[in-house]
């Protein structure tokens, strides 16, 4: 069971015009959030980050609930700042104290850090910083690149390496808390970092008076020494302390875990993959109606004219091509009532080269005329009836 009492203020400082801080704290989360971006964006920055931490861990308690609520708020931002172009490039810091509930329903607390809002543990009158400050000067430091006192005055001090609303990959600092009973946990923007000492902070910090008049005084002193920027504070002191069975160190990484890429990369997959078959449908389709209209084409070519032709010494008309076309072949389509013995002997061998003709009609009419030609020729012997009435009055000419 871990228990704290805690006392809270945040001031807009001297300089700024506007409070861009947000901070929330109750018997179970603390938290304190510095927003940046222009045109009060960071103030939405902050709100969003607090109010989904604050709601969030109310109802998991976890350290993954913690966790996942800050990447819940950082992505709340990103898309917040999608939507809407005022707020494009606002961010924030993210430290916090939960009372993080393990398995065996033991609470113990826990930091988690995004930035460079600070964390100092005080015991006795002294004072240990928690978290790191994810900032330029600072990474520095602790690559060796830097002093800590070269730090204090670097130009980049104040860039931060981390923040909320940056990009969709957050690393989050998470500390299990070593604290006793009688330990104060110190939460503040830099707002109070960069006016204070650590000495001028511990001093007042860990007095013995009430956390509500060490607040009041943090506040003071910071605006005192200049108050260049918001300044927030939380001040725990904890009464009861459970230590976490197996104690957290670590920065977690949003980084998409393999199966989580594999999974995504799956749908992308699967996704190229419908758009693959529909271009290989959409293709399939237009030689289709190709097909289908060559076809049609080839079968209206087909059969698009008629002739004479001599059917076992009658005759007859055909429609089609004579040789076919593809697998289209000529089809009769009657006999006439003359026999090819009643043709001029050069029509007889005419026949046999098929002589188009585009209608039935035309091709009926092709053939009285042939039948009309040996009959004149014969000198006017008998005619023969035909049972086909040929009513088109012109005569095709040989
Ligand atoms: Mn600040």
Known sequence: MTRWRFATATDTGVVRATNQ???????????????????????????????????????????????DAIEKANLAIIKDAGANPEHFGMGTTVIAVGVTYDLEGVGSPTLFNVGDSRAYQLRDGALRQLSDDHSVAEEWVRMGRLTAEEALTHPRRHQLTRALGVEEKLDIDV?????????????????????????????????PNSLDDAVMRLIDGAKRAGGNDN??????????????????????????PPVAQSA????????????FSWRIYAIAG??????????????????????????????????????????????????????????????????????????????LNYAAYLHTAWTLSNNGSTTTTTTVTTTTSKVKKG
């Not at 929330?24 to 109010?51: K, L, P, R, W």
């Not at 957290?248 to 998409?256: G, H, L």
Request: hydrophobic share 45%; proline share 2%.
């Open 175 to 207: 500390l299990s808390l070593d604290i006793h009973e009688g330990d104060r946990i110190l939460l503040c923007s830099d707002g109070l970092s960069n006016e204070l000492s650590n000495e001028e902070i511990a001093r007042i910090a860990s007095a």
């Open 286 to 363: 237009v030689f289709a109606l190709l097909a289908v209209g060559f076809v049609l084409i080839m079968h209206w070519y087909a059969y698009s004219t008629f002739y004479l032709a001599n059917d076992n010494g009658v005759v007859s008309v055909y429609q089609g091509q004579p040789n076919g076309v593809l697998w289209f072949h000529p089809q009769k389509v009657l006999d006439t009532t003359y026999q090819v013995s009643q043709l001029r002997s050069a029509d007889q061998q005419a026949l046999s080269v098929n002589i188009a003709e585009p209608t039935l009609n035309a091709a």
């Open 21 to 67: 801080d947000a901070l929330y704290v109750d018997n179970q989360i603390a938290v304190i959030a510095d927003g940046m971006g222009g045109h009060a964006a960071g103030e939405v920055a902050s709100e969003i980050t607090v109010n989904i931490v604050r709601e969030d861990f109310a109802l998991s308690g976890s350290v993954e609930g913690l966790h």
């Open 264 to 275: 995504q990369s799956q749908a992308n997959s699967i996704r190229r993959r419908r758009q």
């Open 231 to 256: 300044i927030s504070v939380i001040l725990l002191e904890f009464e009861e302390v459970s230590l976490a069975a197996t104690p957290i160190k670590k920065t977690v990484s949003s980084a998409s």
